[in-house]
């Protein structure tokens, strides 16, 4: 028989094991819905040399001379899959364009998965967190990075919102932009991500 005060600790005990329960599930179902978006994309990182003026403007340079290259090739493209592809086998063209644009800079290139900050576009936002990403290192990198998504090629459309809902499936696409009801899980899968994720820098 419960005394008082096994019964206070008891209820407090169940309390704990009802908020880890709903932490671990709402941590589950976070990481599934990143993932999902994560899926559909594949984004574009471009990191400086340094912060100096004339080494943002080369990295600009770059990321230009590496969205020309890209543009074509990406053009008809229908999934993140086959954007993937595309890029894999482009890496020695995107290396070489990057390379002209960097006046004698050396240059990394590489397709990986990235760890990315939460970032805002025109009506979407995306969580923090992991996905696909063209890497283009100027130097050391150690300057103000650049980032966008090459696919949907958002990085080469006015119309950034419009581009990325063919891709996603409907729930994806009602959680980055936040509709009616979806501020509260886009801020969970926000916080999820944000725990395992990295600082950036951004511009």
């Known amino acids: ?5 096994s019964r206070h600790l008891y209820i407090w005990e169940l309390a704990g ?3 880890l329960c709903f932490l671990l599930l ?19 990182h471009v990191l400086a040399v340094s912060d100096a003026p004339e080494e943002q403007a080369v990295k600009l340079r770059v990321r230009d001379a590496v969205l020309s290259l890209l543009a074509p090739k990406l053009a008809g493209v229908q999934s993140a899959d086959e954007a993937g592809e595309v ?14 644009a960097a006046e004698g800079r050396p240059v990394r290139v590489s397709l990986a998965e990235e760890r990315y900050p939460t970032r805002d576009y025109a009506g979407f936002s995306l969580p923090a967190g992991r996905y696909r990403s063209l890497r283009v290192v100027l130097g050391e990198g150690q300057g103000h990075n650049w980032w ?11 119309a950034e919102q419009e581009a990325m ?11 980055i932009t936040r509709e009616d009801g979806w501020e509260i899980r ?3 899968v926000e916080l ?12």
């Open 1 to 5: 028989m419960f005394t008082d005060k």
């Open 17 to 19: 094991l009802i908020a």
């Open 26 to 44: 709402s941590g589950v179902w976070a990481e599934g819905r990143q993932a999902s978006i994560a899926g559909s994309l594949v984004r574009l």
């Open 87 to 100: 890029l894999a086998d482009s890496l020695p063209l995107i290396r070489a364009a990057a390379l002209e």
């Open 148 to 158: 966008c998504v090459v696919f949907p090629p958002v990085c080469l459309s006015a």
């Open 165 to 175: 809902q063919p891709v996603m499936n409907p729930d994806d696409y009602a959680l």
């Open 186 to 188: 886009f801020r969970i």
């Open 192 to 203: 999820w991500g944000k725990l395992f994720n990295i600082s950036f820098r951004a511009d």
